[in-house]
């Protein structure tokens, strides 16, 4: 069963770096610009590390409830290289201390005052965190992040963006969003694209920091969002199959 659970892992893993490769060479990028995130929520210790096997150097939790679990027992097997975690999910306030203890890059900043707890417990921990912006550009009310889907609400969100400057343990690097649920996923393109173009208007605006991060594309549109200019792309069910909740 572990060898059929690596063997499907590891042929997973190889069609999403075809397409990764496949779709950065439709736009002139190289697959060096893209990171590929293993999104391993709900998956088992046995398949984190068989990912790892194959390869994966970075995996993405959306509960840091099951993180602060999964994280310490596998940790101990990572012994051909370390592992970057990302928290790819929402993160409440008040559990943002074991957030900064466990993650090594938060995807999911959608407030100031989430940003002042990180800072304030990053600075405990002796931590300095990369952090990106979580920006709602699909207008979609069940979506979280800062509401930037009309030129109102993209210019209040610019104006709010020098406040994170002051934060001394938090590395601003870049936004992140999620797209709609779209059955084609050229319906995604527009949201991928208004993601880039605020990126751009913010180097003018905040130039604190180089926005270099646009984490972007899950499994059923990542080669839209590389298309479009994603560096970070959070896929699990390809690389893993579907999930066992």
């Excluded at 997973?12 to 391993?40: K, Y």
């Excluded at 310490?72 to 370390?82: H, K, Q």
């Amino acid at each position: 069963m572990a060898d059929e659970l690596e063997r499907n892992i590891t042929a997973n893993l190889e069609d999403v770096e075809r397409r990764i490769a496949a779709a950065c060479a439709r736009v002139g990028r190289g697959r060096n610009e893209v990171t590929l995130i293993a999104v391993s929520k709900t998956r088992s210790p046995a398949e984190i590390l068989a990912a790892y096997r194959a390869g994966v150097r970075h995996f993405g939790e959306n509960r840091i409830e099951e993180a602060e679990e999964k994280i310490p027992l596998v940790r101990e097997s990572f012994i051909a290289g370390p592992v970057t975690w990302h928290m790819v999910g929402h993160v409440q306030s008040r559990k943002a201390k074991r957030v900064v203890e466990f993650c090594d890059v938060i995807h999911s900043v959608d407030s100031l005052h989430l940003a002042a707890r990180l800072e304030r417990f990053a600075a405990e921990l002796g931590k300095q965190v990369p952090i990106l912006l979580e920006v709602n550009v699909s207008g979609e009310e069940s979506k979280y992040g800062f509401a930037a889907s009309t030129p109102v609400a993209r210019a209040d969100f610019l104006s709010q963006v020098g406040q994170f400057a002051v934060f001394t343990h938090l590395r601003v690097e870049g936004l992140m969003t999620m797209a709609p649920i779209v059955p084609d996923p050229e319906q995604a393109r527009p949201v991928f694209r208004a993601l880039r173009e605020l990126r751009e208007a913010l180097r003018d605006r905040a130039p604190f920091s180089s926005w270099a991060e646009l984490s972007m594309g899950m499994t059923d549109d990542f080669e839209v969002a590389i298309e479009e200019g994603a560096t970070m792309v959070r896929i699990g069910r390809a690389i893993f199959g579907p999930a066992s909740y």
